[in-house]
């Protein structure tokens, strides 16, 4: 067998995105034991910076060492006993995630089904929390990467808390990219991923739970229906206090990397993140508009880090990716599920958000659609 | 917040392991998209190493996207429906998590325990099988990590594919460092670890399920309780035919990782690298034995990647381990659970089966134990 070199790509896809080189880097540094205090240490860093991320205090702030789809299950596996009743607001891909998490844990799921492409409306959300009084969980997805639309976490989480429900929200591709206030907005349970704004290598997902998470945690009448993903269990490793236990083998070189890309956006200042999102959104937008493309989405839901475009008609989706991937080292994103021939997504998320990578986007699509749409 | 130098330390634990310098070279190469097409040739290497690896021909061979536990929990998820009867073979730590992913996914757990340091009973497990022939599983550890004992898989699996059921195996600590032979032995359902023998990063699970174990999970009656880690799901990405479709982002560079360990197994043969796990541990012990240090586990039961030793009177336990680290920057494993304080483990495990590691160890516990043994 050969060695496999992987071909450069610039990553303007949904995730995974760019990552930033010097996160490449501390992926290869010589592995350590995952009890060794020097990695304890390392642990307690990256715990500290994503109470910065978060803008939390919660104690239980960690990391799932698998991807964000196990951080959405860890969250809803530990939160849902058979029976609970959970309104999960879905206004695209991921929203049906929750319900197939939500019934495979024994929950009842109550949907609030949004147009995909737009927000979640806050009427429907707060008319499916009055005539559920009885729900125990509200759970909604902040930036809904299959259709690249914004929704308000922050009124969201305020109709759920007032009516005594617990919050659970995806902030997969807002974080790193977009505000996300934990405790400022009320949400109990968050996931999010590390491939997105953060710049990091897929396959970890940061995630913070509220003290009153934790006591409904605490207070279950039965086990969490997983033994990895049970915080429980997960807490005596990377718990605040006492003494670290074994639980699972952690992925010692990956958290090296999130490390390293939470430093990074430590280092850069949330705020000077999201403005350089923003930034690049508006030059792309700019461009896109030259090129005559239109969005999919209303220009005040959009999310700057993952702009959905409408494909042009007469233009093969995939031939034109495939163009994009093989002559001009450039990957952007296709639809998922319904989406899928309809749309192009392109990320502009922690290390492809830079000007020179907008330009290089707008010139491969101006060479390739060129031609067609003539 | 400063960057994180990882100090280096040379991996003599039961995992992770020393990491060959290659698959840390591999580990760094940019990202590439988990939909890419050079992504699913480099998913299809990986398979066509692992049927090798794991001496099979099963279609349903992967890498579940998170450490080895999640394997365990990947295949008892899939296979087992509540009141399912499974049968566990106990003689370690890891036959006890058997136990709880059994339970918590309404399965019904009948131990068959065997003291801590001895292979399993083939006796104790006939008769267990006996007296329940309604069980539908049988599972065991075939490389107990925690005591450092080898089993009789062959055995074990003929006699519960004799009764009509299938068969779970532990591999993560043998798959890479003695033969594996999933097909020959009759195992249904399979899963080790990326960082023990095969001396990649810690973090991923190679896992092969038979054909009778991919009927039984297409026969369910009931969804698997779990999203991430069902194979239902999770086979339209890493299937073998057709189309492959998103189920979750892949953690990309660790499987690049995977793939340059698997390639550097596959290159040096099985049998050689299986001749050098035991080259390593007989210089091991004649040096051990030299140093008056005493085996936990009888001859004929133990790993030779994983040498468990009683830790002489006198010594504490931490305080040795700690000068061990911080003077020889050399991990050797504590013990687990009950064997807490009583055993040090000693992995010889792929990029530590090296002579010159076994010297360097032998050295710092000569060095280290003379003192307090004289």
């Given at each position: 067998m050969e060695k496999f070199i992987a071909k450069k790509v610039t990553l303007m896809g949904p995730g995974p995105t760019q990552v930033y080189p010097s996160v490449l880097e501390s992926l290869s540094m010589g592995t350590i034991g995952h009890l060794d205090p020097q990695f304890i240490q390392m642990m307690d860093e990256v715990k500290e910076m994503l109470h910065g991320a978060f803008q939390t205090k919660n104690t239980l702030t960690m990391v799932v060492s698998a991807p964000g789809s196990a951080g959405m299950e860890t969250c809803f596996v530990n939160l849902v006993e058979d029976g609970d009743k959970v309104i999960i607001c879905q206004n695209g891909v991921f929203g049906g995630r929750m319900k197939e998490n939500v019934e495979r844990y024994g929950g009842v799921a109550v949907m609030v089904e949004d147009d995909w492409?737009?927000?979640?409306?806050l009427d429907k959300a707060q008319a499916a929390i009055d005539a559920n009084p009885d729900a125990k969980i509200f759970a909604f997805v902040h930036a809904e990467t299959s259709t690249g639309v914004l929704s308000d976490a922050e009124a969201l989480c305020k109709m759920a808390k007032d009516a005594g429900m617990l919050t659970i929200m995806d902030a997969v591709t807002s974080l790193g990219g977009l505000p996300v206030k934990i405790d400022e907005w009320g949400v109990d349970a968050v996931y999010s991923g590390s491939?997105?704004?953060?710049a990091c290598v897929p396959g970890l997902s940061p995630i913070s739970l509220s003290p009153a998470a934790v006591a409904k945690i605490e207070a279950r009448?039965?086990?969490?229906?997983?033994w990895f993903m049970d915080l429980n269990l997960v807490m005596a490793y990377w718990?605040?206090?006492g003494k670290r236990s074994y639980h699972h083998t952690a992925p010692v070189n990956a958290l090296f990397g999130l490390h390293e890309a939470l430093r990074l956006f430590t280092n850069e200042g949330a705020d000077a993140v999201f403005a350089r999102h923003l930034a690049c959104h508006e030059r792309l937008k700019a461009g896109l508009t030259e090129l005559g493309l239109t969005f999919f989405v209303a220009e005040s839901d959009r999310l700057p880090q993952c702009n959905v475009i409408n494909i042009p008609e007469g233009v093969d989706d995939l031939e034109l990716r495939t163009k994009l991937l093989n002559d001009h080292q450039l990957e952007i994103g296709g639809g998922l599920g319904p989406m899928a021939g309809k749309i192009w997504r392109i990320g502009l998320m922690?290390?492809?958000?830079t000007e020179e990578n907008v330009d290089k986007c707008l010139a491969a699509l101006k060479a390739e659609l060129a031609p067609v749409t003539a």
């Open positions: 492409g737009t927000s979640i409306s491939q997105k704004c953060l009448t039965s086990k969490v229906k997983s718990g605040g206090t922690g290390g492809s958000a």
